[in-house]
């Protein structure tokens, strides 16, 4: 008897929003596997970010615009679009670059300089969390349990139901892209030698609940080793 699976993606190729189902067989099923395009929407001003999607939602951004698009994930109809007021001072205009978006109970999380939090029915943006000195959605952002990770020029730990923020962490790097495994905060790093301009850095190990460095190893650059 074959057996068979299905894997769903998701992805923003040229401009194109592209969602794609796969299946697969083994045990010797004759029809091998075979990926096909479920639907597509175009949008003129693309996007960088890894969009969020699960079983009925496909969210994405687009690039110098500032608009989070939700579309059903099964037929790409629109859900609903929301253009963002982003913060003033941001260093260009547009979604920070190689971002990521991410989901809690009923939001979207969208780092976007700032961090926003959107009703995933309506898009209806429910807070959003600043700093007067930093770009707390700056990079990536990772949801675990009831926290989000957010990362600017330091590490925040944010309750996405009140918006209070846990903890902060500065590394005296810039952090990059943290994960959460257990009861530990992953989360590499780069030191600014001069402005705009980053140099060797760290791998950390942080406590989840406290940010607390658990241990680091250095990371040196070979292109800019600083």
Not at 125 to 154: A, E, H, N
Request: aromatic residues 12%; proline residues 6%; contains cysteine.
């Amino acid at each position: 008897m074959a057996l068979r699976f299905r894997r769903v993606f998701a992805a923003v190729l040229s401009g194109l929003v592209v969602v794609g189902v796969g299946s697969s067989s083994s045990c010797g099923d004759a029809t091998g596997s075979r990926d096909r395009i479920l639907w597509f929407r175009a949008d003129p001003k693309g996007a960088a970010a890894e969009p969020y999607a699960d079983s009925t939602l496909a969210v994405f951004t687009s690039f110098n615009d500032a608009r989070v698009i939700a579309l059903d994930a099964l037929t790409g109809a629109r859900r609903w679009e929301t253009a963002l007021q982003l913060p003033g001072g941001s260093p260009y205009q547009g979604m920070p670059f190689g971002g990521n978006l991410a989901a809690f109970r009923d939001l979207i999380v969208v780092p976007a300089w700032d961090v926003y939090a959107l009703d995933r029915n309506t898009g209806s943006v429910r807070w959003t969390f600043d700093q007067p000195d930093d770009f707390p959605g700056y990079g990536s952002v990772f949801v675990v349990d009831s926290t989000v990770y957010s990362v600017g020029r330091r590490l925040y730990a944010l309750n996405p139901t009140h918006r209070q923020l846990r903890f902060q962490v500065d590394l005296q790097e810039r952090p990059f892209r943290p994960i959460v495994v257990d009861s530990v905060i992953y989360v590499g790093t780069r030191r600014e030698v001069l402005p705009g301009t980053l140099g060797n850095g760290h791998v950390f190990a942080l406590n989840r609940n406290t940010g607390a460095v658990i241990w680091s190893i250095p990371i040196d650059d070979p292109q800019d080793s600083v």
